[in-house]
């Protein structure tokens, strides 16, 4: 998936770190493997991702 538009990128990366946030206040298990954790886990990795490349193309932008 290619997103050309830094503020999609920007708003995806924040509601997915609000939603890990609020995942984390669970304690979801499955057969001893905690799935709160791996989502999570997930979701702050898809936030830094996204922020990250926001920055990183707004920062492009700014040079030329």
Do not use: H, P, Q
């Not at 609000?18 to 499955?30: A, C, D, Q, T, W």
């Not at 791996?38 to 996204?50: D, H, P, Q, R």
């Amino acid at each position: 998936m290619l997103m050309k538009d830094e503020n999609k990128l920007l708003a995806i990366g924040m509601f997915s770190l609000s939603l890990s946030i609020l995942v984390g206040f669970l304690n979801v298990e499955y057969s001893g493997f905690s799935v709160s954790d791996f989502a999570e886990g997930m979701l702050v990795g898809i936030s830094l991702v996204l922020n990250l490349t926001c920055l990183w193309r707004r920062r492009s932008k700014r040079k030329v």
